[in-house]
Nanobody, 122 residues
Framework: QVQLQESGPGLVKPSQTISLTCTVS??????????WSWIRQPPGKDKEWMGH???????YYMPSLKSRLSISRDTSRNQFSLQLSSVTPEDTAVYYC??????????????WGQGTQVTVAS
């Protein structure tokens, strides 16, 4: 059973960077051909896919976030991470990590973390 767990600060000041880590257990992030995603859900809004890193380290980002978003990985720790820079209060959301997400009939992923609240406020 694959498990994902997000970790990181719950409060970030405007203009700073949100840094979150997803620790994966029960499976390797380098196993072909999995894609490891970050998703967020702002208050009162739908979940939004942000980007992913693939089993071989390639990254893909939602175009509207591409200038601020970076996803990386540490294979020795079986973790992948998100950095979102120049944040504003509009980046306040519950942030999730997940595996193998698709957007066909809504956003679905085969495994999800429990989510972590990040609030951007001074």
């Amino acid at each position: 059973q694959v498990q994902l767990q997000e970790s990181g600060p719950g409060l970030v000041k405007p203009s700073q960077t949100i840094s979150l880590t997803c620790t994966v257990s029960g499976g390797s992030i380098t196993t072909s051909y999995y894609r490891w995603s970050w998703i967020r859900q702002p208050p009162g809004k739908d979940k939004e896919w942000m980007g992913h890193i693939t089993y071989d380290g390639s990254t893909y980002y939602m175009p509207s976030l591409k200038s601020r978003l970076s996803i990386s990985r540490d294979t020795s720790r079986n973790q992948f991470s998100l950095q979102l820079s120049s944040v504003t209060p509009e980046d306040t959301a519950v942030y999730y990590c997940a595996r193998d997400c698709t957007v066909v009939a809504g956003l679905t992923c085969d495994y999800w973390g429990q989510g972590t609240q990040v609030t951007v406020a001074s």
